[in-house]
């Protein structure tokens, strides 16, 4: 995403060759268990409303010795395409706290100390309150759903996240009548992320959403993935993801939910504002000022003869969220 001295990264990140092993026999090991609960082809087909959720998080943990976190899937949420592997969720990340090259989130992480950790919520509510990670884990049942993930720079990825609405959050805190933006805050300690001695992007690193936004039910407080804790790569122990958006949107390493009378500043809008709106929401008519926005590569589909795809409108979440937008100029509010 670094425009200046950072260009390279972008155009490096097209070369990655990304390994196929662990995902497939995640996959198939998913689809054993839906054909075992005799759902395959309602997963398959994207889960319908209503449907009984189906207890999927118990496949084997891709990462042997990562903990492992159940949750019930749940059906409504499921893209029916082939899910990524595990292996290329966890070792191709933009995690700038760690580094800016695709291959420093997962090399240097282990420093990040996921627990003991707590969140605060704060600002516009009537409960203000610090939770601890491992209360937050508790505040609403754990769903695992399996989200397309568009990266602003042209590449996604499929993913079975696990965690719960950030409404449930919502509704406990209670927002007061001048809550009209959450503002989401992450860790910026020098001591766990090496990155942070490098003043790219104005730390903490910061991101922010319009409350309705915010209370839509596809925005996932996301603590884990592929039946285990999120790896700290991966934004540990509690992040965002909001798949109708552009990913920088979803913000790791949460240490701070502030509710806000005005829209927050945000560090990629504030770093090239010309680059990187406010909202970002998935948009294959918008192009970036440097790059068409209208495809996108599969992250795992790296033949040379591999067409690239088509970007969906909202990431083809359109049915959920578009009528948040409705009345707004998309090419001025992108
Ligand atoms: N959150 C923090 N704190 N720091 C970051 O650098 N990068 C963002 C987003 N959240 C980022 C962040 C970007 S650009 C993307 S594409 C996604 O995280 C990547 O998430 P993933 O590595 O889990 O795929």
């Excluded at 996959?27 to 449907?51: D, K, T, V, W, Y």
């Amino acid at each position: 995403m670094l425009i200046k001295r950072a260009q390279h990264i972008l155009l490096r990140g097209e070369d990655i060759a990304a390994s196929e092993i662990t995902p497939r026999a995640v996959f198939e090991q998913r689809r054993r268990l839906l054909a075992a609960a005799g759902m395959a082809p309602i997963a398959a087909a994207g889960g319908l409303l209503g449907l009984p959720r189906l207890a999927l998080a118990t496949y084997a943990s891709p990462d042997a010795r990562a903990a492992k976190l159940a949750a019930n899937t749940n059906a409504k949420f499921v893209v029916p395409e082939k899910v990524t592997s595990y292996k290329d969720v966890t070792t191709y990340n933009n995690f700038y706290e760690f580094g800016t090259d695709k291959a420093d989130p997962s090399r240097n992480a282990g420093t990040l100390r996921p627990h003991p950790w707590r969140v605060s919520v704060e600002g516009e509510i009537k409960n203000p309150k610090v939770y601890d990670i491992d209360e937050l884990l508790k505040l609403a049942p754990l769903e695992e759903r399996v989200y397309r993930h568009r990266c602003v720079e042209g590449w996604s990825i499929v993913v079975p996240w696990i965690g719960f609405p950030l409404a449930e959050l919502i509704k406990r805190v209670q927002p007061t009548g001048n809550a009209k933006f959450v503002q989401f805050i992450t860790l910026a300690d020098a001591s766990q992320m090496p990155g942070i001695a490098d003043p790219i992007l104005d730390w903490p690193y910061s991101e922010g959403l319009r409350l309705d936004e915010a209370m839509n039910p596809l925005a996932l407080l996301t603590v884990g993935l592929y039946g285990q804790v999120l790896p700290n790569q991966n934004g540990a122990p509690v992040r965002m993801v909001l798949p109708w958006k552009y990913g920088f949107k979803s913000a790791k390493s949460i240490v701070k939910i502030r509710f806000v009378d005005k829209q927050p500043p945000t560090s990629w809008n504030t770093y090239a504002p010309n680059e990187y709106g406010f909202y970002s929401n998935v948009n294959p008519n918008v192009d970036h000022p440097r790059w068409s926005q209208a495809t996108e590569r599969r992250i795992g589909e790296d033949g040379f003869f591999t067409p690239k795809r088509k970007t969906l409108m909202f990431n083809g979440y359109g049915n959920l969220v578009a009528s948040m937008y409705q009345g707004m100029d998309l090419r001025k509010y992108f």
